[in-house]
């Protein structure tokens, strides 16, 4: 069974940074890509960020420039660095993976980290 936890969310002023980090575990035989999407209260979740199993990155133009997607060094893992924060990205962010696991190609979801910005 898969697993993806996230953890580093929390309560920061805008102008601040922040990172969030998520960590898959479990039965994984090869990672496609792994992404960061967000969810503010009554909005739609959307896609943030996302980086491929090649290093290659796609950014949402709300964060281009002020948010990085990285890869652990283990590629289990994904961070988001979160620079220049505004309040409007006060959200539940929510990691995710495209990955082979013991059901084959599936698409498997953290339960998400609030993400909090203050004015």
């Known amino acids: 069974q898969v697993q993806l936890v996230e953890s580093g969310g929390g309560l920061i002023q805008a102008g601040g940074s922040l990172r969030v980090s998520c960590a898959a575990s479990g039965t994984i035989f090869s990672i496609n890509a792994m992404a960061w999407f967000r969810q503010a209260p009554g909005e739609e979740r959307e896609l943030v960020a996302r980086i491929t199993s090649t290093g290659r990155t796609l950014y949402a133009e709300s964060v281009k420039g002020r948010f990085t997607i990285s890869s652990g060094n283990a590629k289990n893992t994904v961070y988001l660095q979160m620079n220049s924060l505004k309040p409007e990205d006060t959200a539940v962010y929510y990691c995710?993976?495209?990955?082979?696991?013991?059901?084959?190609?599936?698409?498997?979801w953290g339960k998400g980290t609030l993400v909090t910005v203050s004015s």
């Open positions: 995710n993976a495209d990955l082979r696991g013991s059901d084959g190609w599936m698409d498997y």
